[in-house]
């Protein structure tokens, strides 16, 4: 569903049945230009947009949000308040660049140093945040939890257990963390460790328990900012 809300002002969200049950992304769009004439669908979930002839780029912002449409939009006024298109470059150019360069390539052609840095910035696209900024993120459950802690989704554990999180050891040591915290909350939430968890939903896909190496892996090389003991019945569970 899409709804105007105000000439530069759009809200909706995107309903998704297959492959994650109940799969929602809320979103709060702005435009940088007043809509001059907008056309719906039957359903009114596709939307047609005319700003008539523009003076300068159309810039558009969007929040999104798993839990509600005020969550995406404060989202959108805490994470861009402002309409500096350059800004925003520099400064996701600058997370990037402190990111990518935890790892320093010497020595290699120009060539071989894109398709390492490639290679690690495909790496670290998920998992992603599945908190907003209030706290609130969808559980397991699918109900609506809170948190002061960052939530993750995206766990493809089958795929990401052999090699994506021992990196992420090295380089993400807080973040490993992080995932763990956020699996550890599945878990109690959900009543099971995630094998392919996408948009808090356990999709049924693949077999084993990946999570389980991929938490004892971090305990291992020292990093145990989590409920150690919540980690072991956990797992435990999930092995038997």
């Not at 907008?38 to 969007?62: C, R």
């Not at 109690?188 to 392919?196: A, D, F, R």
Request: hydrophobic share 40%.
């Amino acid at each position: 569903k899409i709804e105007l809300i105000d000439s530069t002002t759009m809200q909706g969200i995107r309903y998704s049945d297959n492959w994650a049950r109940e799969q929602k992304v809320h979103f709060y769009m702005q435009f940088s230009e007043t809509v001059k004439n907008i056309i719906f669908n039957e359903k009114q979930s596709v939307a047609g947009i005319s700003f008539g002839e523009l003076q300068k780029p159309l810039l558009v912002k969007v929040g999104i949000s798993a839990v509600d449409t005020e969550g995406a939009k404060t989202n959108l006024q805490a994470e861009i308040p402002h309409w500096d298109f350059e800004k925003t470059k520099i400064e996701t150019t600058a997370l990037w660049e402190k990111e990518l360069s935890k790892i320093i390539v010497e020595g290699k052609s120009e060539e071989q140093k894109k398709i390492f840095y490639t290679a690690l910035y495909h790496s670290l696209l998920n998992p992603n945040l599945y908190v907003d900024v209030d706290g609130n993120y969808n559980g397991t459950d699918l109900q609506k939890h809170h948190t002061d802690d960052n939530h993750y989704t995206i766990f493809s554990l089958w795929d990401t257990f052999r090699a994506t999180h021992p990196l992420f050891t090295l380089i993400q040591q807080e973040r490993t963390n992080e995932f763990i915290r956020t699996l550890l909350r599945q878990y109690k939430e959900g009543g099971q460790l995630p094998i392919w968890e996408l948009a808090a939903n356990y999709t049924g896909c693949m077999i084993g328990y990946h999570a389980i190496p991929v938490i004892v892996d971090a305990y291992i090389k020292g990093i145990k900012n989590y409920d150690v003991d919540l980690a072991l019945e956990a797992m435990v569970h999930s092995a038997i």
